[in-house]
């Protein structure tokens, strides 16, 4: 077995070990619904107990803060660990294509996404440090395995050398920042999509609660499952929008100044490559694009006091540039920046 084989066999490994640690996610996330959903149940018999004897000892809190987190149990257990699992396979594997390639591992769309994943597993892990929340897990694990797959199945390409222009210090400084900055933009994105769900929930806003008119009876049979329903009570259990706002705020201002740094010294390495710091190349376009809506976020978000669910739409439309700029603009046009080695 060679070194570049050892390499796939640990991806897989990895994207293996993740996989599960998605299960584990959806399991414990499902544990919080059913924990919720009965607490809910139980929470206007409770009340109802106190008032009429004259206590309320026994009432149930309805503020998340006050409701004990899951992170103990054992779903969450293998969880972490198995998150834990497939972050070291993959560093391994990272490594090894490496050491394969007799360069950084950077330099293809194949490279790009195994060190995307893992700055987005090193993220989740830090940030899961703090408090355990299952969907934050569901949706970067969930994006975690999609984005290993499609990197095996249809990304994949032999290690070798590159081209004579990307021998260069900037493969690792340009390329390695970018891929990082996709990585916490991926927590980031997680984040803001929990915060909309949670300020759905605490407005009491769900499509669901006015009629349909001709599919009012679809309406009625998916009631159970609105936002505002107890399919969802599991949001109880997560920070408030505020705090959810606060954390993808501060994970994506960290990620623009990682993609600030890699189009600034994407311009410089052009230079040195090509002698023009801009030639609107359409990975440059791509790339600027990404940056021109994060930019507005920033400044919507610290200036013009755009907080909220306007704020994450902001965030949910910046992650689809970033997606956008490595998937379609790598694969559909012809340019300088077409280096997918597909």
């Known amino acids: 077995m060679t070194v570049a084989d050892l390499s796939t066999l640990l991806v897989w490994g990895a994207a293996t070990a993740l996989t599960i640690a998605f299960l584990a996610y959806t399991l414990a996330l499902a544990r919080h619904a059913e924990i919720s959903s009965r607490r809910a149940a139980a929470q206007p018999a409770t009340v109802a107990a106190g008032v009429g004897g004259g206590s309320a000892s026994g009432a149930v809190p309805d503020d998340e803060d ?10 969450s257990g293998i969880a972490r660990s198995t998150t ?34 893992l700055t987005a597993l090193v993220v989740l892990v830090l940030v899961q440090r703090r408090r355990f929340i299952p969907f934050v897990g569901v949706v970067v694990l969930g994006i975690s395995v999609l984005a290993l797959a499609v990197a095996l199945l249809v990304f994949f390409v032999q290690a070798d050398a590159v ?39 605490t407005s009491g806003r769900s499509h669901l609660e006015a009629p349909w008119r001709r599919f009012d009876g679809v309406r009625r049979s998916l009631h159970r499952w609105r936002v505002t329903g107890p399919a969802w009570a599991w949001l109880r ?25 890699a189009l600034v ?5 052009a230079e040195h ?17 990404a940056w021109v809506v994060y930019a507005a976020y920033l400044h919507a978000r610290t200036t013009r006091g ?17 997606i956008a700029n490595f998937t379609v603009v790598n694969l559909v046009p012809s340019g300088l920046h077409s280096y997918s080695g597909l």
Not at 265 to 269: C, D, Q
Not at 307 to 318: C, P
Request: net charge positive; with cysteine; glycine share 12%.
């Open 306 to 322: 755009w907080s909220g669910r306007r704020a994450a739409y902001f965030v949910f439309v910046g992650y689809a540039c970033v």
């Open 237 to 261: 259990t997560v920070p408030s929008p505020r705090a959810l706002e606060a954390q993808s705020f501060r994970l994506n201002a960290v990620g623009f100044v990682l993609w600030t740094f």
């Open 66 to 75: 006050d409701l004990p987190s899951s992170g103990g149990s054992k779903a």
């Open 84 to 117: 834990l699992l497939g972050a070291l396979l993959l560093i391994a594997g990272i490594a090894a294509r490496g050491v394969a390639a007799g360069r950084s591992p950077t330099a293809n769309m194949y490279e790009f996404t195994l060190v995307g994943v």
């Open 265 to 269: 010294g994407g311009s410089i390495w």
């Open 163 to 201: 081209q004579p222009a990307l021998q260069s210090y900037w493969l690792v400084l340009h390329v390695g920042v970018a891929i990082i900055a996709t990585g916490v933009f991926t927590v980031a994105f997680a984040a803001a999509a929990l915060q909309v769900l949670k300020d759905s929930r």
């Open 273 to 289: 490559a090509w002698g023009r710091y801009w030639g609107w190349d359409p990975k440059e376009v791509g790339t600027f694009v």
